[in-house]
Every structure is written in C-alpha cells, then in structure tokens.
C-alpha cells in the first residue's frame, strides 16, 4: 500500500517564523542550468492516479486509498480522504455508505482506473496551464503493481490526446529492496513509455524522478552509497534525473539524514518537499528568505536545475486562506527567478492538498461527511479555483504577466462569463494523405477555460465547420484527392464565447492511387491481441487519427482484414497517425487462412515527414481473402502499431 508522505515526515520546523521577517530581495533573475524544455520553465503537478473502487475493473479490485479497509465503502469515520472532489465532470462515480450530498445527489466517487477520469483531469490539466504530469509509482512488486501498471498506459493515453507532457516519479517509500527492483521496473516496464512523444524530455533525455532519498525517517533507509549507485545507473540510461529531496537538504537537518549532500547534488534537478511545511504567508516568505535563495546559489554554482514545490494548502486544516498562500508562493518563486515549480499536488484528496476541483459548498460534499468545502473560510470558490489559480501563477511565472504580490485571479465568478478565449496559435499541417488532413495548434488560454476547439474548412461558398475537439489536434477525414483545402480553428468555452479564427492554412491532398479502392475498408478484422480501446477495427475505419496497438512485449503479434473474397490484391498501403515520431516496425505479409507466406518479414521505416505512410507492393500472384500481417518488432513501442491497413488491386 502506497502511504501518505506526510505520514511519514513528522519533523518540525526549527526556526520558522510565527509572524512575517524582513525578506530579501533577488536583485538578478537566477541563470537555470539548462534551457526551457518539457520541465525547466515549466509548471509540473504531481499525479497519483490511486484511487479505485469494487466494479471499476482494477486488479486491485477495493476502495483503493479511499478507505482505510479496502473492501468496505468509505463511509463517516472510515475514510481515508480528507475532503470531497467535485463529481460533475465525471460520467461514473461508484457509491459510497456516506449520506448524500446537500444537494440531494448520491455520494459518489470517482475512479482512477476509468480512463474518462484521467481524461477529464488531464483537460483539466490542458485548460489551466498544468504542463507536466509527474505519475507516481510507488513499489510496484506488490500487489499494486498491476493496477499501477495499468495506470501508466492510461496516463500516456490522456497525455497524448491533450498535449500534456508526463514522467515518472518513482517513491521509494517503504521499497526496501528498491535498489535492483527499480533498475528491472525501468527497464522491463517503464522504459518503453520514452517513445510516446507525449513523454517529458529535458536536454534530449527521458525524464525519471526519484522521490525519497536522504529523508530522515524509517521508511527511507537507504545509504549514500544505495542511493549514488541508482541516480548513476539511472544517468548512464540516457535519463535526465530528478530528486524529490528533504525540505534542508542543504543542510542536512531536520527531515534531511546527514552526509547526503553528495547524493543531492548528483541529480540533473532538485526538487524539494513542501507538503506539510508552511501554513501561512509568513511562513512562506521565511522559506523564500531561508531556503529558496540560498538553494538557487548553491544550485546554480554546480549546474543543477531547481524545480521547488508550489502548495495550494491543506484544506482539511484551513490553511488555503481562499488562495492567499498558494499565490505568495508563486510571487516569492517568481521574485526569485526560479524558472519551474512542482505542484503538491494535483489528486491528492487524502492529504488535503489537491488542486483538481472540489466540493466548493456543502451543497456538493456529504451532509455526513464533516469535511471542509472550498468555501471554508467564508469566501466563496469555485470548484476549479485552484486550478485557475495555477493557470494565473504559470504565467507569471513564465513572464507572460507581471509580477504581483496580489492575487487577482477571482475567487468565484460571478456573473455570466463574457469572455471568449485567445485565438489559437500555430495552427500547422502535421501530414495528409489522398483522403485526409491532420492538423495542430497551440492552446488557447481563457479567464474560466477551454472547453474545446472547434476546426472550419473554408471555400468559396463560405466556412462549414468540419469537427470539434478537445485536443490540439484534429483529423480532417473524407476529402476529395488532388484538392485544395483551407482550414481555420476557434476556440471556445463553457458559456459559448468563441474566439476568432487562427491563421489560415491551405494544402492539397495528395492524388488517388491507382485503382484507388480502399478493398480493406470498413472489412471484418481480427487480431492476435490489443491494448484497451485500439483494436483492429480502428486500422479499416478510414480514420488516420484512431489506430489498433496489440498488447505490449509479446511477440509475434499479428493483423488481419477479410476482404470478403479472394481478390487479386497488389498493393498494401499502412499508416501511422501523422503526428507520431519516426520509428520502423518489423512485419511480414501472410495469407492468413493457409498461412502461406506472400512477403517475407523485413523491416519497413514510418517516417514521420512522409506522412507515416509505407507501400508495400504483393507478389502479382496474389490471390487472397484473409490478409494477415504478423509483427515481431518496433524500435518505437513494444507492440504491433497501424492507423489505417489499406488494400488495393493495382
């Protein structure tokens, strides 16, 4: 069982001010030690993705970290979160034996092993300026391992479709035998993640974080030596390598062990916990005085990258003050010139100290429940007003406004939302083909958030809008060939304000092919196997953005189409979706009824700046109704991959 950090860091704060000190001002911006990439110069949160209930399909089949006993329902004085999220974006919830809520409605909870969870809170993630995901994983030797594995998949899967960035953050809480079972999890598992290119990459390489070294408390007890042995194994990956390190780290106290010192500074980043540690604006600013100064000196002298926590507060205790301490820090962060923050953290409803939405009232927690809503304190927020307070903090982080010791981010808007969001930038073709268009853009910001993006292809005849979506990207599909096309993308928000139109781009989709009758599309298929939701008929719908991807590191893997009759196929044209980096996949042609071999097995190049697309030309004594292809290997994932299997006669 994963356990609370905080449960395991009881060490007070020797020298914290009760009331605010003369604070010290940066005079110069700090120098990062790298330049902007996927995590320096930006806001990550840290996702758990643990929670669970009976029916929601998880191995781990229990009322995973919502319960003190997993297979009882959470209910009034056995509950293991500390205040109640807010259910209205979600399209399942799992009962539980508290009352309803004040507002009548049952007392459901999410779960994270639904992959629309993980979606909703990754739109979230896209519309408040959240840029990176941090997913923890705990010992995954246990008997979470597979339930954490699953996770994984479906954290890339949400990343992907909202242009998030994510990482992995190993705890190495209570793992005592983390030392070898780390470097087998990394490489047997996790590694294969890299290729998705929805993961984090700071200087060219991987990122992996490492949370827990040098901490001073039972359940950590790992020398120097255990320690420098990993990050090192680690770096000689190719990894770029974070430490979720001991508040002192620097000195060695507190809730830091002595003689670490050599250990902390072998990390790529250094990121230290906050959790727990502050409660109020003086608080924070002796930390900013005490800690983060002479941490940016001693860090910037050795080229190590500072990635410091941002907390929004434990709810539970009062300390949120409607979003006064979490925007000094983001002001005491930004004074100081440091270029990327840690959100502590995104879903983490048993310490109190989530961002993602939460009951605002007693109108949506139970009437049972005694848990504080966000209004608590008398002020009303709304239930998303931590994640639009980070939104806020981001961009002042990132200079995109001025720096402000005021919060000026609503607490709860009142009043219909008038404002319609900024246009969308950077709309590009990312690849086409005879039928189709994909496209990309860059996200638009607005003062409540994006709901969604909404694509026009425009003619002489006027614009028509052509699809919508969530996502920055889209696929135009069903086009006439050897026409030109131009498209447009708005976005829009809850209310229905739209923005104006992005910039224009025009493109031709490619000629017909000869006899260009797709033979395989919409044609029964099979599959040797597939992972969650891309199965083969993904690969005959005409679709370049959907795709079939067998089960990961299991070789041969294979895919078929029935073409319905044998027919005199010559060409076999595949596809990978157009915004997906180069790789080569290792397959062969076969019939699939007698088995008999039509091309053997070599290996064909999906080259991203060709449209992903690769031909391969049948013997012209082809004759078949059951066309199989059988895959042994992927220098991009661990697993057979096609967007669109096409079939033709000449």
Request: charged letters at 15%; glycine letters at 10%; aromatic letters at 10%.
């Amino acid at each position: 069982m994963g356990v609370s950090r905080r449960s395991v860091i009881t060490t007070a704060l020797a020298g914290t001010a009760a009331t605010a000190l003369p604070v010290a001002v940066a005079t110069t911006a700090a120098e990062a030690a790298s330049p902007p990439g996927d995590v320096v110069g930006k806001v990550t949160v840290g996702y758990q993705g643990w929670f669970a209930a009976p029916g929601d399909g998880a191995p781990i089949n229990g009322w995973w970290h919502y319960s003190p006993n997993w297979s009882l329902p959470p209910a009034p004085g056995a509950c293991s979160i500390t205040c109640w999220p807010d259910m209205r974006d979600f399209t399942k919830g799992y009962r539980t034996n508290f009352a309803n809520l004040g507002n009548g409605q049952p007392a459901n909870l999410f779960s994270s092993y639904d992959q629309q969870t993980v979606d909703t809170h990754f739109r979230w993630m896209q519309q408040n300026g959240c840029d990176v995901a941090a997913l923890q994983r705990f010992n995954p030797f246990g008997g979470e391992g597979p339930t954490r594995d699953a996770m994984a998949a479906k954290v890339r899967t949400a990343a992907e479709a909202t242009g998030r960035k994510f990482y992995i953050m190993y705890d190495v809480t209570w793992w005592l035998n983390m030392q070898s079972e780390i470097k087998t999890d990394w490489t047997t598992k996790m590694s294969a993640y890299t290729s998705s290119p929805a993961y984090a990459k700071q200087n060219g390489k991987p990122v992996v974080c490492i949370w827990g070294f040098g901490f001073n408390d039972d359940g950590r007890p790992f020398t120097p030596a255990q320690c420098l042995d990993v990050i090192n194994w680690f770096k000689n990956q190719g990894c770029y390598v974070i430490g979720g390190v001991p508040t002192h780290w620097r000195l060695g106290e507190g809730d830091s062990r002595v003689g670490y010192l050599d250990v902390y500074h072998a990390f790529h980043m250094i990121s230290p916990w906050m959790v727990g540690r502050i409660s109020d604006d003086a608080g924070a600013d002796w930390f900013y005085q005490n800690r983060v100064l002479p941490d940016l000196v001693d860090l910037n002298a050795r080229g190590i990258d500072y990635q410091p926590c941002v907390i929004p507060g434990d709810l539970a205790a009062g300390h949120r003050r409607h979003g006064e301490l979490m925007w000094r820090q983001f002001y005491n962060h930004t004074r100081a010139g440091v270029p990327s923050v840690y959100i502590s953290m995104f879903d983490e409803f048993n310490e109190g100290n989530q961002i993602a939405k939460t009951a605002e009232s007693a109108a949506w927690q139970p009437t049972n429940s005694g848990m504080r809503a966000l209004d608590e304190d008398g002020t009303p927020c709304s239930s998303d007003y931590y994640l639009r307070l980070t939104a806020d903090g981001g961009r002042m982080l990132k200079g995109q406004i001025a720096l402000t010791a005021t919060r000026f981010t609503v607490p709860f808007p009142t009043g219909p939302d008038q404002t319609a969001p900024s246009v969308p930038g950077n709309l590009r073709v990312t690849g086409s083909t005879d039928t189709t268009v994909a496209l990309a853009w860059n996200a638009s910001t607005d003062n409540v958030g994006v709901a969604g993006y909404r694509v026009s292809r425009t003619s002489g005849s006027g614009t028509v809008a052509v699809g919508t979506t969530s996502t920055l990207a889209f696929t135009v599909t069903g086009l006439a060939a050897s026409t030109a096309y131009t498209f447009t993308v708005a976005a829009y928000d809850a209310a229905g304000n739209t923005s104006g139109a992005s910039n224009a781009v025009t493109v031709t989709t490619s000629a017909p092919p000869n006899n260009n009758t797709n033979l395989a599309q919409g044609k029964p298929t099979s599959q040797s196997s597939q992972t969650q939701v891309y199965g083969s008929g993904n690969a005959v719908d005409g679709n370049t953005g959907t795709y079939w991807e067998s089960a990961n590191n299991a070789w041969p893997q294979w895919l078929q189409v029935d073409l319905g009759a044998a027919t005199a196929a010559r060409r076999v044209v595949l596809t990978l979706p157009s915004n997906w980096g180069t790789r080569s996949q290792t397959l062969s042609v076969t019939d699939g009824s007698s088995g008999a071999t039509i091309v053997a097995s070599r290996s064909y190049t999906f080259d991203q700046n060709a449209a992903n697309t690769v031909t391969i030309t049948l013997p012209t004594t082809t004759s078949v109704r059951y066309l199989r292809l059988t895959f042994t290997a992927n220098t991009g994932w661990p697993a057979g991959q096609v967007s669109e299997f096409r079939v033709y006669t000449g």
